[in-house]
């Protein structure tokens, strides 16, 4: 069966057609929360990509609110871009190069144009995330998870591998990651309403500032199981994106 309800829109510069995809909220089996805000359902990112390079004519646009009559839920007649083409720039995430070339990407977006706060917020927040992406379920490269038995020798060798060669990439980019994400900090300072629950103590967190981490989850009051282990963390001073529930 599939899982998602796909919808379809046009680019407004050459008009080609594209498709969309919502996921079913009834067919997610397992959804993963990190750290950094980033969740996955069943391996698929949930935050909606609002930001559209057209495999067609390269034009880039944005699609703040998928609804009609911006998109339409039935198939047009056309020949139709389908999701795998355009979503995250038609990028492949099977290697570092596919994740580095997003890192990439994100970042000529950025240099290109001024874009208004809310749209600098979205593009800094997905730039921070391919960033984290490079180490992001480090803890699988113990042994630990091959004795559990949730993947085979040959699929925990290779995952361990590009694991740790996206670590490398990850410090050998690190200047790139802590610029975007001070930069990420004092706009959401600027614009709270723009915030994600526990954001900001997870930046500072993340740029090695453990004090604050502390300090600001304090001021927050009520203790969860993520304020605690992001406390934890704080108190290692380990700095690492880290997986909350999944
Ligand atoms: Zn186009």
Known sequence: ????????????????????????????????????GKVLNDNYITTPQKMILCPSCGHVFWIEHPVEPLITYEKPDAEVYSWNTWRFFGISFSDNKGKLAL??????????????????????????????DLHRNHQHVRLKYLLNGFMSFGVWHCNRKMILEGEKLFIKNYKGFTDNLKRLLALLEKHPEEQIDLELPEIYRELRQFDKVKELLEQTGSRTYFTNEMLRHAKWKDARVFMVSG
């Open 1 to 36: 069966m599939l899982k998602f309800d796909s919808f379809y829109f046009q680019c407004p510069h050459c008009e080609a057609w594209l498709e969309g995809r919502n996921l079913k909220a009834e067919m997610v089996n397992q959804a993963i929360l990190y750290s950094d």
């Open 103 to 132: 890192i990439n990407h994100y970042k000529t977006f950025l240099k290109k144009s001024h874009y208004e706060p809310r749209n600098e917020i979205y593009l800094r927040r997905f730039l921070w995330w391919a960033y984290n």
